[in-house]
């Protein structure tokens, strides 16, 4: 268990694969760093951790039974990849997730996967959308999602920025 009540960070660089059972739990304001060629695989039921989970390089693969239901926010850049195989796996009404650069969401097919918000390069995307690959029947087809046909589906109601109208008084 990896706990902290103070803002923490917690690095895991790793170059082969690595799964860690219920026998690894992030609790506390953690926030959790991947980077490396490797694939982490997590595969506890609930991680607790209200820090970020950012997957800088290499694979972070989230099994169906695993859930990160508090983290603050997920950012996946350049070299990360960010697996999915839970529909359950975050709080749809709180979960940004951002990705950067040659990062990518890799979901399962046949899932669809809420979320609060989706930004991708800096530009956050409209909400109420589902969001996937090429192959899958996504209302917006991006890169970052590869050739899967799993979907991100972002919570309707909040406004981008960009939609945003001024009225003058």
């Not at 399962?108 to 996967?113: E, K, P």
């Amino acid at each position: 268990t990896v706990t902290s009540v103070k803002p923490a960070v917690f690095k895991m660089i790793g170059n082969g694969t690595k799964s860690y059972g219920a026998n690894l739990l992030i609790a506390g304001a953690v926030d959790l760093t991947w980077s490396g060629a490797g694939t982490y695989t997590m595969s506890n039921k609930v991680s607790t951790t209200t820090g970020k989970l950012t997957v800088a390089a290499g694979t972070f693969r989230l099994l169906p039974e695993g859930s990160w239901t508090s983290v603050s926010g997920i950012v996946v850049t350049e070299q990360g990849t960010l697996a999915v195989e839970n529909a359950a796996a975050f709080d749809a009404g709180k979960t940004e997730i951002s990705v950067s650069g040659s990062g990518q969401l890799r979901i399962a097919d046949g899932l669809t996967v809420p979320v609060a918000k989706l930004v991708v390069n800096g530009q956050r995307q409209r909400s109420g959308r589902t969001f996937g690959g090429p192959r899958s029947s996504a209302e917006v087809k991006l890169d970052i999602f590869g050739s899967g046909a799993g979907l991100l589906k972002t919570q309707p109601g909040d406004v981008p920025d960009d939609e945003i109208v001024l009225s003058s008084g």
